[in-house]
């Protein structure tokens, strides 16, 4: 920040913001009507909660914060009457396609993944796995932190998990299919048995575009689908066996209370320490299944209570010993 302010590389009269007190700062200025979230990690949620409470429309990048406090910006949202716009391209897709349907017409979602870049790989080539194999994704181009995520499946827990709080449904409701292509962003089934999917090529371009204009649309930046060329879509089943960090979120989703919540803090730590080479890429799923064993997940009364149990997930994950 200070190098930053120091270099005047900067239009005259801009103003530099840096840490919790910037991120508040510019979630609540007066002149934005909607404020787009993109911050990773749960650093996001008190921010985004200060821009619903000053009734800013909410572009929802960042799918920790629902999963960290769901019930906490869900209520806040209705409370002002906010909009929640989800950006990930899952749920967007899912938002596209719920669009003139009511709720009560649906059965259930299926979310889309890549299966990352380990989708293939023979199971021993798992234990080897470094950090520069792990930030390679084939289809996205993304933060290291959220691409190690993609890898161990953990990134399609977390939006389970986000689905959850967004759309309302309960686990059983929600699935994951295998889609090496990343060209079908999610499916919405309906009790009819009716079937619903939203297309395009791998780039995040079209769900930002989509929140910041909706309702309205614009002329896209980037080329779109030419079904005039042979292609080929392919679905399949998640192996839970090779993805373990998927199966705990679905764990956390049915165990309630503050269990999204732990998934979520021991998930960080364990791909902070994994970056950092100080734990290895099995461990990671470890680390998530050893925090929620110890942390309680009774259900947090106020958002300090649910911040004191982030913080005690955070110190398991970082005290995991590697067998």
Known sequence: YAEANAANNFPANTQLGCGDAGLLEISTLAEADIVLVAVAGSCGLKPTLAAIEAGKDIALANKELLVLGGAFVIEAAKRKGVRLLPTDSE??????CLQGHPLQHLDKLILTASGGQFRDAPVARLASVT???????????MGPKITVDSATMANKGLELIEAHWLFGLEPDRLEVVIHPQSIVHSFAQFIDGSILAQ?????????????????????GVDATMDFSQTFQLDFKAPDL??????????????????????FNAANEIAVERFLAHDLAYLDIPLVIEQTLSKINSASAADLDALLEIDHQARQVARDFKSQ
């Open 199 to 219: 297309l395009s090529p791998p780039s995040m371009t079209f769900a930002i575009q989509h929140c910041l204009l909706y309702p309205d649309r614009a002329q």
């Open 91 to 96: 749920h967007n897709a899912i938002f596209q």
């Open 241 to 262: 066996k090779r993805f373990p960090c998927l199966q705990l979120a679905y764990d956390a989703m049915r165990t309630g209370g503050s269990g999204p919540a732990i």
């Open 131 to 141: 950090p520069a194999d792990a930030t390679q994704h084939p289809n996205w181009s």
